[in-house]
């Protein structure tokens, strides 16, 4: 293959692409990524029902949220550089899948990130209320990972440890939408300005917000049309409310130029 110049990517940074995430991520070269932040579906569909903030809530038809993770991972662990990592969420649900295929891949397994929510469900009264959602980060070549520590040291005031507080949002457009103050810090603490983070299952584009507001490039892919739609408009909204502060701002500081 010497002398030959592979293919360009059909998938720009910079928006969420409406396709499934294996078939994106094999567009994409090896080790391309800086930062590779995973929610892909927690495979919740029992079919049954549960108890949600105190209510009872169906947790069925949610076709979206299956998934088999050893296709979607085999293509994350090629395209992350060697000085890159992955962030993956779980719950109790899917984690332990997770991370067992992170180990027999031989990936290294930095930390576990505990997120513990403000709120949280009670599949039954035969077990402990859950309040717990995980990160796994890792690390496929096992060394010189990006860590800003002294900046989560700042961030928390001391060492930065391992369990964060976690306040879902208020207000969703995606049913597992997560907040985007914890994919920022996220992307704080595993990245530095300019690098490029790839989001495999994008929803509502969160992690395209934490990239916008943290000076970081982003690549995004959602199978759902609705979805992509939605992280597409609301990565238009941010870009345009951006464009907007700075020109009033010149306006403001220069009135003959407006
Ligand atoms: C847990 S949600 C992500 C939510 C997101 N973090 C947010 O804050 O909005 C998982 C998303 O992955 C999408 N998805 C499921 N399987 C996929 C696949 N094979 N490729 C791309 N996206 C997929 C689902 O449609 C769903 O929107």
């Given at each position: 293959m010497s002398g030959l110049t592979p293919p360009a990517s059909p998938y720009e940074a910079g928006r969420t692409h409406c396709v499934d995430c294996v078939e994106g991520m094999r567009a994409l070269g090896d080790a391309t990524v800086d930062l590779l932040l995973a929610d892909?579906?927690?495979n919740l569909d029992n079919k049954g029902r549960m108890f949600r903030s105190g209510r009872l809530a169906l947790?069925?038809?949610?076709?979206?949220?299956?998934?088999?993770?050893?296709?979607?991972?085999?293509?994350?662990?090629?395209?992350?550089?060697?000085?890159?990592?992955?962030?993956?969420?779980?719950?109790?649900?899917?984690?332990?899948?997770?991370?067992?295929?992170?180990?027999?891949?031989?990936?290294?397994?930095?930390?576990?990130?505990?997120?513990?929510?403000?709120?949280?469900?009670?599949?039954?009264h035969r077990v402990l209320y859950e309040r717990t959602l995980y990160a796994i980060w890792a690390s496929p070549s096992g060394r010189d990972w990006c860590f800003d520590y002294g900046l989560l040291k700042r961030l928390s005031g001391r060492q930065a440890c391992n369990v964060w507080p976690y306040t879902p949002p208020?207000?969703?457009?995606?049913?597992?939408?997560?907040?985007?103050?914890?994919?920022?810090?996220?992307?704080?603490?595993?990245?530095r300005p300019g690098a490029l983070v790839l989001d495999p299952f994008m929803g509502s584009g969160t992690?395209?917000?934490?990239?916008?507001?943290?000076?970081?490039?982003?690549?995004?892919?959602?199978?759902?049309?609705?979805y992509?739609?939605?992280?597409?408009?609301?990565?238009?909204?941010?870009?345009?409310?951006?464009?907007?502060?700075?020109?009033?701002?010149?306006?403001?500081?220069?009135?003959?130029?407006?």
């Open positions: 892909p579906p927690f947790c069925q038809d949610m076709a979206w949220d299956q998934i088999d993770n050893g296709p979607w991972l085999a293509e994350a662990l090629r395209v992350i550089k060697p000085t890159g990592t992955l962030i993956v969420f779980g719950s109790w649900h899917n984690v332990f899948d997770l991370g067992s295929r992170l180990q027999q891949a031989n990936v290294r397994i930095l930390n576990t990130i505990a997120l513990v929510k403000t709120g949280g469900f009670a599949v039954s208020s207000a969703r457009s995606h049913p597992t939408q997560k907040g985007v103050d914890v994919l920022e810090r996220m992307v704080l603490m595993a990245s992690t395209a917000e934490a990239c916008l507001r943290q000076g970081r490039k982003f690549l995004g892919f959602e199978k759902s049309p609705v992509a739609a939605a992280a597409n408009a609301r990565i238009h909204c941010l870009r345009w409310a951006a464009d907007f502060a700075v020109q009033t701002r010149r306006a403001v500081s220069c009135p003959s130029a407006a």
